[in-house]
């Protein structure tokens, strides 16, 4: 089983830029899809963006498309989430998930969870 650990959160102004880290120990995750999901507070938890095990392949959520990219280094079996032009609606926790080597974008396909990252942008 695999641990996943987030970081890099905390509060920025709108039109700031936050990157976050999803590092993994337990087993490699270089043949994984990984994810982002975030759960803002009184909402349901939605898809941010995946990544598929190379880095070649990559899907976001129209509402983070353009602004947020996702990245990873399998050698240091590390995931990123960079986030920029980030708006008061981004505020959320962010998690970052396993999923399984083929390639998914559904909650479902991701087996191993992080705790989460808060992330909160001030207007």
């Known amino acids: 089983q695999v641990q996943l650990v987030e970081s890099g959160g905390g509060l920025v102004q709108a039109g700031g830029s936050l990157r976050l880290s999803c590092a993994a120990s337990g087993r490699t995750i270089s043949s994984y899809t990984m994810g982002w999901f975030r759960q803002a507070p009184g909402k349901e938890r939605e898809f941010v963006g995946a990544i598929n095990w190379s880095g070649g392949r990559t899907y976001y959520a129209n509402s983070v498309k353009g602004r947020f990219t996702i990245s990873r280094d399998n050698a240091k079996n590390t995931v990123y989430l960079q986030m920029n032009s980030l708006k008061p609606e981004d505020t959320a926790v962010y998690y970052c998930?396993?999923?399984?080597?083929?390639?998914?974008?559904?909650?479902?396909?991701?087996?191993?969870w992080g705790q989460g990252t808060q992330v909160t942008v001030s207007s």
């Open positions: 998930a396993s999923g399984s080597t083929g390639w998914s974008i559904h909650s479902r396909d991701f087996g191993s």
